[in-house]
């Protein structure tokens, strides 16, 4: 696959316009015409490139197209440090992933703009128009592309947008303020862009935040390209991360070994590994029950819950991730530290013997 | 006295345990989850700790004692 081509059909690539003067600016704010892709695709992917069998138009398209990706690498290598031909989703380490744009109807040329431009960089992008197809469970759809796989979550704002009181992007919002809530607070993953001088919504994403206290992209005024290429390179770097992950020498490590039968004083899962252990301060959250949990704890789905999320590592470095659910009735009975953001150091088991295991009448 | 059961599943990672763990996200490394419940004197489940490792850097062990027939 030619990098920066989408498979998709009846996408375009901007084959035209002038020259390109600097970094990925000029690849938003030039005018384009455009071609299919899927045939300039199927060409490169059949005969390559330099085909002479090739109808001219296609030759010559392809030739810009190839020029144009090369332009890209070039920028992104440069702005990454990495050496030119380097591609984040490269020959046989297809990642999954994909920016999701969720943006008003108002503002298609604009998203038309920011996809062209990751998409030169060799990033895929997910958009409701060439994405969902008839008969498709769109809602379905679009909570697999926000919560499942999208690399990175757009938010597009402007007075237009601001302007909509109902509108499917406040339905896009909703799910991906609660993925942001599930994920670690050091990892990007929600660029909120505005294309006017709009506010940002002031919504709420937990642990006293707002969209609005997120570190935003303005795509306009004289800024515009170089946070256009800003938020190419936050995109890239988060794939650079997920590709350095896939190196062979992961699955040659010795493995961990973990003995689940584990201590009678204590219900917690530990390792009898030498190098030292350590955990982050557990994330706490009350949470409905879902069909699931409920099951599993015998209450009724929608109970509250109190969740205990942590990182575990090992000698620094990553190993597993840990949630706990507890009854709100342990809460109730005097365990109040549950509700804490910090460990427990005497031990869970120790500490809800003294303070409820024993009095818990209904877990509900 | 409390009891606790644990059920042991393979499957692909989510987004974020892929993060977290350093691995791609497309099931070409699985995790292995591992949930354990545990109960009260009346057999009664009083909290679930689901636990998410890379599959192919982790190993599960029990033992148990076996007394004398």
Known sequence: MVPGVSDNPGDHVDLGGPAVRSRFGSLVSRPYQSVPLR????????????????????????????????LAESLV???????VGWCPVGEGNELAGHVFISYVRENSINVDQLQRTLESAGIRVWRDTAD??????????????????????????????NARKRSYQNEELVLAIEELRLRHPGEPWLIPIRFDDCDVPDLDIGMGRTLASIQRADLF????????????????????????????????LEPVVTMLSGSENDFD????????????????????????????????????????????????????????????????????????????????ARYLAEHAWHQIVHLT | MSTSRDEI????????????LQIPDDGRVQVLEVNRTVFDERDIPALLTVIVYQANRNRVAYEQRIRRP
């Open chain 1, 77 to 83: 290598a440069q702005s990454l440090g990495v050496p």
């Open chain 2, 9 to 20: 599943g393979v499957r692909k990672p989510d987004s974020n345990e892929a993060a977290f």
């Open chain 1, 269 to 348: 899962i530990e390792g009898g590994w030498s190098k030292p252990e350590s955990r982050s301060e557990p994330r706490v959250e009350i949470r409905m029950a879902s069909e699931w949990l409920a099951k599993q704890l015998r209450i009724d789905q929608g109970s509250e819950l109190v969740s205990r999320h942590q990182l575990r590592r090992i000698d620094s470095a990553p190993w597993a991730l840990q949630t706990s659910f507890y009854s709100m009735g342990f809460v109730r009975q005097g365990a109040t530290r549950l509700l804490d953001a910090s460990n427990i150091s005497e031990g869970m």
């Open chain 1, 39 to 70: 045939a300039v695709h199927k060409s490169v992917h059949k005969s390559g490139p330099c085909a002479a069998s090739l109808p001219l138009f296609q030759t010559c398209a392809i030739a810009q197209v190839c020029q144009l990706v090369s």
């Open chain 1, 132 to 161: 969902l197809w008839p008969g498709e469970d769109w809602r379905a759809k679009i909570r697999q592309a926000i919560t499942e796989d999208a690399l990175v979550f757009i938010a597009c704002f402007s007075h237009e947008s």
């Open chain 1, 221 to 252: 005024g004289d800024r515009s390209p170089e946070n256009a290429a800003r938020i190419v390179e936050t995109v890239i770097r988060i794939l650079q991360r997920r590709s350095a992950r896939i190196s062979p020498t992961t699955a040659e």
